[in-house]
């Protein structure tokens, strides 16, 4: 399956096809720390 073949994007060598968007969760405390829940997503 292609997804599961390596890839570049630009310099960046991937292991794999398949990747996330960095994004927010607004699981952690309003100082900036990680919870139980944030671990868990």
Known sequence: MLLEQPGRIGALRLKNRV???????????TDGLSTERDKLY
Request: glycine fraction near 10%; aromatic fraction near 10%; charged fraction near 0%.
């Open 19 to 29: 990747v996330m968007a960095p994004m927010g969760t607004n699981y952690s405390t």
